[in-house]
DNA sequence: GGTCGTATATCCTGCACCGAATATACGGAT
DNA sequence: ATCCGTATATTCGGTGCAGGATATACGACC
């Protein structure tokens, strides 16, 4: 039998999430919820733009989760529409945490994305690169310690800032492992460094085939646009 | 004096990086593409899926990056492109590349979205989600260990799965990060347990303000939807 | 008392993205 | 001989998302 509406997908966007934990604390319109994960800096773990909370916030209320309240006028500001979370709200917002916290997710960070195609810099430049890669994780590590210290000294509990405490550690990983990369490369201990370095001779290209385990170098020019695009 | 045609945004998906990176090595077409992006797993660390990838050749080219080479019917099946790099897209892929590796590049886990939230569910709750995080992330890491040493036995040099081990490194940190935090809140070690858990009492909610440093707990409902939505 | 920047509050629009559909070829099983 | 699952190759429709436009209020400054 057909359905007589499009499903609608679940939603995934986490500023959804956020929206259903601030309306857990007390009912709120929408931009009071941008003030507040600005103020609690939640927007540092949650990525919060204006455009995305009124979907979400829209989402949500067409799935049942959250239900307008009131809608007030102050002067002749624009209407805001108060909203309360639901039964049914509640009850996706715990079971949307528990998925996140006991599964890990498969994401794609943008720095594995370029070292899985890291081959077609030279090895001199990549090296380089990563030195200033670590120059800049530290500026970044001593950055974050400052502002939880401030944070600390204001009394406020580590409790409300656990996910700060997250994102040093996992820094602190990638910059040790960021540090033993660029010292096997500099020291020429990383294997295989004589083959990273032919495929960069002049006007070489390379072509890896590892079900083969064979290397092809070759020397082809690339294609010139001969044409301006329409 | 306005703009001949709407700007075109700048391409961010890193998905046409890989595309100017295989069309480095030399011209295929898009299946081709996605054929040796699975064979090489580089779909581990770049999202790949079709209408995704026919989308950004489509950007790439037209943005002169790269250019139709030559198209072939073989038999009645669909015709296919071959498309090759141009000098222009060489030096984006390098410009890419470059940024990418130099560049620390804010992301949001959604693990760090969740412990920003984590003060929702009671703390007893929480401790044993993250047991359970703790055994699929020991799982994750045996089976990550199980494919390098494959890889290894199979013969293929560690600069071309230099992804996992950095995937690897930071799977171990989170590991090890989620277990002191486990053993902080069952130890009764971490500060403020004790408020954590009153916001949690029958029927209680949480109102916590880091600027005044107070902490509201209140008796409220959740409302009810009284309709269906539309 | 005008004006300029910032805070309050929401909406609109265009693109990127992804799931799913389409169509044919081919090799092995029954 | 034919059935069917998998490989080859691309297209399309619908939605989520983000940038920026819109509109008013308010305080500071000259």
Redesign the pocket.
Request: cysteine-free.
């Given at each position: 039998m057909p359905r007589a509406t499009?499903r609608?997908?679940p939603?995934?966007?986490p500023?959804a999430l956020a929206v259903l934990a601030l309306l857990f604390e007390r009912p709120m319109?929408?931009?009071?919820m941008a003030?507040l994960l600005r103020e609690r800096q939640k927007d540092a773990s949650i990525?919060l733009?204006?455009?995305?909370l009124?979907?979400?916030v829209d989402?949500l209320q067409r799935a049942g989760y959250i239900v307008p309240q009131e809608t007030n006028r102050?002067?002749?500001?624009?209407?805001?529409?108060t909203y309360a979370i639901t039964d049914a709200g509640l009850a996706r917002m715990r079971e949307w945490m528990r998925d996140l916290i006991r599964k890990p997710a498969k994401e794609y960070p943008q720095f594995e994305a370029a070292l899985s195609l890291m081959g077609v810099l030279p090895p001199d430049e990549a090296s380089d690169l990563l030195a200033e890669r670590i120059t800049r994780l530290e500026a970044h590590l001593t950055g974050m310690r400052d502002v939880m210290e401030d944070a600390a000294a204001a009394g406020i509990p580590r409790l409300f800032m656990i996910e700060s405490e997250y994102e040093l550690a996992m820094t602190e990983a990638e910059l040790a492992w960021v540090r033993a990369l660029h010292e096997e490369i500099t020291t020429g201990s990383l294997p295989n460094l004589d083959l990273w370095h032919a495929f960069h001779e002049e006007g070489a290209r390379y072509a890896y085939d590892p079900r083969t385990g064979l290397t092809d170098v070759r020397q082809i020019k690339p294609a010139t646009a001969d044409k301006e695009a329409p």
């Open positions: 499009t609608q997908r939603i995934t966007n500023l319109h929408p931009y009071e003030s990525k733009n204006y455009g995305s009124y979907t979400v989402q102050d002067g002749r500001r624009p209407e805001r529409t």
